[in-house]
T-cell receptor, first 114, second 113 residues
Framework: AQSVTQLGSHVSVSEGALVLLRCNYS??????LFWYVQYPNQGLQLLLK??????LVKGINGFEAEFKKSETSFHLTKPSAHMSDAAEYFC????????????FGKGTTLSVSS | DTGVSQDPRHKITKRGQNVTFRCDPI?????LYWYRQTLGQGPEFLTY????????KSRLLSDRFSAERPKGSFSTLEIQRTEQGDSAMYLC???????????FGPGTRLTVT
């Protein structure tokens, strides 16, 4: 069985500050991990993915995430927040078997203040 | 590629009515998924198609729900005798080949009054 826990349902940062969104996973098999972003009334857009290659993954819009097996974590970071980063962020887990559904966390809402 | 499209974007219906949603995946994507997202939650898996075959259904998919993908291209999700608890965003996603990531449509927001 797989599951995802996102710590903190709401994170607030100032523009230019570091963004850190936390994700811990549980998986009985080697996981594939994803971060998606959702803007109001829109679908989900893929930010980045980990599929057992490099543990530090770079994504779009300056985001990156590091896979830490010992900590079962896949935290999302961005060095400097922009106002346009305000959105809801979802961490998801899957497996390497084709067709496996994504299991999502409950999401973290990121607010950015000027 | 044009992205995944869903129609309608919004649907308001009275309790007890039937509704049908459509999803058009990215061209030539052979795998298609339906998810449901309620307020304050992440998307939850409903069902999965590979080509026209429905290969997996979640226990969330009660017998009032039915999904089809008759020609392996677009898919429909029908809810019969809607209940207020069916109010949610219904998301469609597609992918293909050895890809692990899924590409999502904009969703259909259902409100049952």
């Amino acid at each position: 069985a797989q599951s995802v826990t996102q710590l903190g349902s709401h994170v607030s940062v100032s523009e230019g500050a570091l963004v850190l969104l936390r994700c811990n996973y549980s998986s009985s098999v080697p996981p594939y991990l994803f971060w998606y972003v959702q803007y109001p009334n829109q679908g989900l857009q893929l930010l980045l993915k980990y599929t057992s290659a490099a543990t530090l993954v770079k994504g779009i819009n300056g985001f990156e995430a590091e896979f830490k097996k010992s900590e079962t974590s896949f935290h999302l970071t961005k060095p400097s927040a922009h106002m346009s980063d305000a959105a809801e962020y979802f961490c998801a887990v899957s497996t390497n078997q084709a067709g496996t559904a994504l299991i999502f966390g409950k999401g973290t809402t990121l607010s950015v203040s000027s | 590629d044009t992205g995944v499209s869903q129609d309608p974007r919004h649907k308001i219906t009275k309790r007890g009515q039937n509704v049908t949603f459509r999803c058009d995946p990215i061209s030539e994507h052979n795998r298609l998924y339906w998810y449901r997202q309620t307020l304050g939650q992440g998307p939850e898996f409903l069902t999965y198609f590979q080509n026209e075959a429905q290969l997996e259904k979640s226990r969330l998919l009660s017998d009032r729900f039915s999904a089809e993908r008759p020609k392996g291209s677009f898919s429909t999700l029908e809810i019969q005798r809607t209940e207020q608890g069916d109010s949610a965003m219904y998301l469609c996603a597609s992918t293909s080949g050895s890809r692990s990531e899924q590409y999502f449509g904009p969703g259909t927001r259902l409100t049952v009054t």
